[in-house]
Nanobody
Framework: QVHVEESGGGLVQAGGSLRLSCSAS????????VGWFRRPSGKEREFVSA??????ITDSADSVKGRFTITRDRAKVYLQMNSLTLEDTAVYYC?????????????????WGQGTQVTVSS
């Protein structure tokens, strides 16, 4: 079992920045791809960004490209979020895959954190 924990959420004004962190309890997580997903209030969960186990391949949703950057340092993964908009308000979840290659499919990620709230105000 892999315990996943997110941190770094909070309240920020539109145009501001936040950095989310994700840590996993097992060293094996450093050999797995990690993804970020989010669920806006009243909406479906959606893919945000993912990174391969080496950290050399990343993928991001069109809605965040150019604004969000995903990086990792072994088992710790970061999501730098810049130029935040009201539409970025959501609960953000970190998820660890069983695979080394990243994916946009939630079903490829068996281990999930509890989520961290990001609220962007006008």
């Amino acid at each position: 079992q892999v315990h996943v924990e997110e941190s770094g959420g909070g309240l920020v004004q539109a145009g501001g920045s936040l950095r989310l962190s994700c840590s996993a309890s097992r060293r094996t997580a450093s050999n797995n791809a990690v993804g970020w997903f989010r669920r806006p209030s009243g909406k479906e969960r959606e893919f945000v960004s993912a990174i391969s186990w080496r950290g050399d391949i990343t993928d991001s949703a069109d809605s965040v490209k150019g604004r969000f950057t995903i990086t990792r340092d072994r088992a710790k993964v970061y999501l730098q979020m810049n130029s935040l908009t009201l539409e970025d308000t959501a609960v953000y979840y970190c998820a660890v895959s069983r695979k080394s290659i990243s994916s946009r499919r939630p079903e490829d990620y068996p281990y999930w954190g509890q989520g961290t709230q990001v609220t962007v105000s006008s």
